[in-house]
C-alpha cells in the first residue's frame, strides 16, 4: 500500500511541476489561471491565422502590382484608341487594388504582434495583454464578417460598371468594355470572398468557451449632478 501510494504521489507530483512548467515555457506564468487560459486560446488562433492573412495580401499585392504596370506600360504604346482606353482603366482599377491593401492590410496577417509590446510580468499586465488580444480577436471576426457586406459587393460591381461604360461610351467600343468588366467583377469577387475568413468561427468559439470578458473592456465614462451642500457636485465615473 505505501508503495502504491508513493507511486501515486509521484505522478500527481510529476503532473503538477509539468504544468507549472509548461505554464513557465509559456511566458505567462504571471497570470491568474484564467487569464492565462485566455491569452493562451486567443494567442494561438492568431497565430494560426497568421500566414493565411500574410500570403493572402502578398499575393494580391503583387497580382495588382503587376497588373497596374502591366497596364500602364501596355497602354503608352498601344495604338488603337479604344484598346488604349480599356487598358489605362484597368491601370486605375488595379492600383486601386494595391492602395487598398497597402492602406487597410488584414488584421490576421500581423497575427500577435500588438499583444506582445505588454509583457505579461504580473497579473495587471496580462489583463492588459488580453485586452488588447480581445480587441484583435473582435477586429479579425469582423473583417471575416465583411466577405458578406452587401456594400462591398456592389461597390466592386458599381467600379467595374463605372469603366465599361467609359470605355463603352466615351470611346464607342461596348464589347471591349463590357467584356472588361465581367472579368473585373469576377476578380474582385474572388478576392473578396478568398479574404481571412475563419476568425469569426475563433470568436464564437472564444464567447462560448469563456464568455464576454466585461472586466477587460473599457469602462464608459459618465457623469452625474446632484446637490451638495447648497450647490451642486458634478461627478465623473469611468
Not at 85 to 100: I, M, N, P, Q, Y
Not at 113 to 133: F, H, K, Q, S, T
Not at 144 to 157: L, M, P
Amino acid at each position: 500500500m505505501r508503495r502504491i501510494l508513493t507511486v501515486v504521489s509521484l505522478m500527481v507530483l510529476g503532473m503538477v511541476s509539468g504544468a507549472v512548467a509548461r505554464a513557465d515555457d509559456s511566458g505567462l506564468a504571471g497570470c491568474s489561471a484564467g487569464t492565462g487560459e485566455r491569452l493562451t486560446f486567443i494567442e494561438q488562433r492568431l497565430e494560426e491565422r497568421r500566414p493565411y492573412g500574410r500570403y493572402w495580401w502578398m499575393g494580391w499585392t503583387g497580382f495588382y502590382g503587376l497588373g497596374t504596370v502591366i497596364q500602364t506600360a501596355r497602354a503608352a504604346t498601344e495604338k488603337d484608341d479604344s484598346t488604349q482606353a480599356d487598358l489605362v482603366v484597368s491601370a486605375v482599377k488595379a492600383s486601386f487594388g494595391v492602395t487598398r491593401l497597402l492602406v487597410w492590410p488584414p488584421t490576421a496577417k500581423a497575427g500577435t504582434d500588438a499583444m506582445r509590446i505588454v509583457d505579461p510580468v504580473d497579473e495587471p499586465a496580462c489583463r492588459e495583454r488580453l485586452r488588447i488580444g480581445e480587441e484583435l480577436l473582435r477586429r479579425n471576426a469582423h473583417e471575416s464578417k465583411s466577405r458578406w457586406d452587401w456594400k462591398r459587393h456592389a461597390a466592386n460591381v458599381a467600379i467595374n460598371v463605372g469603366g465599361a461604360i467609359i470605355v463603352a461610351e466615351g470611346w464607342d467600343d461596348p464589347t471591349r468594355g463590357w467584356r472588361s468588366a465581367g472579368i473585373g467583377i469576377a476578380v474582385g469577387e474572388v478576392f473578396t470572398f478568398s479574404h481571412p475568413w475563419k476568425a469569426d468561427d475563433d470568436l464564437v468559439e472564444y464567447e462560448s468557451r469563456f464568455g464576454t470578458n466585461a472586466d477587460y473592456a473599457p469602462k464608459p465614462v459618465s457623469w452625474s449632478v446632484s446637490p451638495h451642500l447648497g450647490g451642486v457636485q458634478l461627478q465623473m465615473n469611468f
